[in-house]
Each structure stands twice: as C-alpha cells, then as structure tokens.
Nanobody
C-alpha cells in the first residue's frame, strides 16, 4: 500500500503563485510516474500535470501549460512538486496527487491510478 499526502494549498490572488507538494510513502517511489489532478465543485476530476519516473518527461493540460511546472526529487525526499504561477480564479479546485507504478501511457485518465492522496484546496480570488 502506498500512501500519498499532498500539502501546500491555500488562498492566493489572481496572478499569484502557490507551490504544492506530494509525498509518497514507498521505497519504490523513484520508479513511479506521478500526476496531479484537480476537481472543482460540480466538475469531474481533470488532469493537470504528469511526470515520468525519471523526471525526464513531463506533460501538462492545455489550460495550465506555461504557468504550472511539475518536478520531483527522487534522491532525498520522495516528493513531487507543482509550482503554480499566474494563477487564475478558474484554477480554484481541490488538487490531488496520484502514483502510477506501471508508467501507463494513459496518464490523463483517473482510472490509471490506484494510489491517491486526500487532496489540498487551492482557492484563487479575483
């Protein structure tokens, strides 16, 4: 069983920045692809960003590309970060981190992921 814990959410003004972190409790963390999804009230959970196990490949939703950056630290902290800049009110959502031990190519689909965190709330005011 892999436990995933997100942190770093909060309130920001439009145009501001926040940095989310996700820690996964697994010795195999460095072999897992990691992803961020988000879910706003009344909406389905949607893909935000993905990073391969090595960190050599990243992918982003069109809505956040150029504003958000996903990164990981395999060596010391078993942590994935999501740096969010130029925030917009439409970025307001509960942000979830998930782990994929298999490196699936279907990384934008929620069904790919078995291990999820509880989420961290991001609220962007206009």
């Amino acid at each position: 069983q892999v436990q995933v814990v997100e942190s770093g959410g909060g309130l920001a003004q439009a145009g501001g920045s926040l940095r989310l972190s996700c820690v996964a409790s697994s010795r195999q963390f460095s072999r897992y692809a990691m992803v961020w999804f988000r879910q706003a009230p009344g909406n389905e959970r949607e893909f935000v960003a993905h990073i391969s196990w090595s960190g050599g490949s990243t992918n982003y939703a069109h809505s956040v590309k150029g504003r958000f950056t996903i990164s990981r630290d395999n060596a010391a902290e078993n942590t994935v970060h999501l740096q969010m800049t130029s925030l917009k009110p439409e970025d307001t959502a509960l942000y979830y981190c998930a782990a994929d031990p298999w490196g699936s190519s279907r990384y934008t689909e929620t069904s790919t992921y078995e291990y999820w965190g509880q989420g961290t709330q991001v609220t962007v005011s206009s």
